[in-house]
């Protein structure tokens, strides 16, 4: 039997002077292991979940679980040890090496300085960035790509059971995003029973890399299953709107193909 990483139960979140939930009741559970991606338009409440994982936004009304315990029984520092957190904007520290910003939070956990090293160096060959090469440079020295490697390398620092991803991928080009969604799923495949949550809005993204794919429309979810399962059969009108975009677009590469 596969333990549950994240749990969600009638879970209600609206902001301050919002009349409608940004999430509206959510549940869902999520086997230790799956690679989630977590896919909706603009506004419906992708990041929001994300952050109420590691309390970075707490819930009106229901219950969050990391394996099996309420977030809200964790020290705050101990569940976001437990949890990487990537996104878009990675802000590494700009006068660090990359070694440093890789290292960052081990030196904080008071690691010895031969464990700090030797981690550093087992996730830059994880994430493909030669540690000879790479380490003594500087964030502004790496590509767009490259920079987002460190910022996925610097969250797995800490050997936490979940990542939470939120577009991770979204300001590189496109060539260099299919480069980096074939390594974040090898990486998952690799690293044996990690979780990872996934946010894109890209839905050949989602489709690509989930095991599972979670539809979000206006705080709700509206489908919660595997690529195969929900390309067979879509639950509701937007999901299969959701996927006729798609269709439609195969038909304009094809045409002049
Ligand atoms: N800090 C905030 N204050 C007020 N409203 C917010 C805040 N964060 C998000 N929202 C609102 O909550 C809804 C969901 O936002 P979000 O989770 O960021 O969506 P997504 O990531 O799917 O684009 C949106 O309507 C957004 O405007
Ligand atoms: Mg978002």
Redesign the pocket.
């Known amino acids: 039997m596969s333990n549950t990483a994240v749990s969600f139960k009638n879970v209600r979140k609206s902001?301050?002077g919002?009349t409608n939930h940004?999430i509206d009741n959510l549940s869902f559970d999520i086997p230790e292991g799956e690679f989630v991606t977590i896919l909706?338009t603009?506004?419906?409440?992708?990041?929001?979940?994300l952050k109420m994982v590691n309390r970075l936004i707490e819930p009106d009304a229901g219950e969050i679980t990391v394996y099996n315990q309420s977030v809200e029984a964790f020290d705050v520092n101990q569940l976001r040890r437990k949890i990487g957190y990537v996104v878009q904007q990675i802000g590494l520290f700009p006068h660090y090496t990359i070694e440093k910003n890789i290292g960052a939070v081990p030196e904080l956990l008071g690691w010895e300085k031969a464990r700090i090293t030797q981690r550093v160096q087992e996730l830059m060959e994880l994430v493909q960035l030669p540690y000879e090469e790479y380490a003594t440079r500087f964030p502004r020295q790496l590509s767009g790509g490259q920079q987002q490697r460190v910022g996925v390398a610097r969250a797995l620092a800490a050997n936490p059971d979940i990542m939470l991803l939120d577009e991770p991928f979204g300001a590189v080009d496109a060539i260099t995003r299919k480069e980096l969604q074939a390594q974040i799923k090898n990486l998952h495949q690799r690293l044996e029973k990690k979780t990872f949550l996934f946010?894109t809005h890209d839905i050949n993204e989602a489709f690509a890399l989930g095991t599972k794919v979670m539809i979000?429309r206006e705080g709700n979810l509206d489908q919660f299953d595997t690529p195969e399962n929900i390309i067979r059969q879509p639950k509701t009108a937007f999901v299969k709107q959701l996927l006729d975009t798609v269709y439609a677009e195969e038909e304009i590469w094809r045409k002049y193909r």
């Open positions: 902001f301050n919002a940004a909706g603009s506004g419906s409440g992708k990041t929001t979940t946010v979000m």
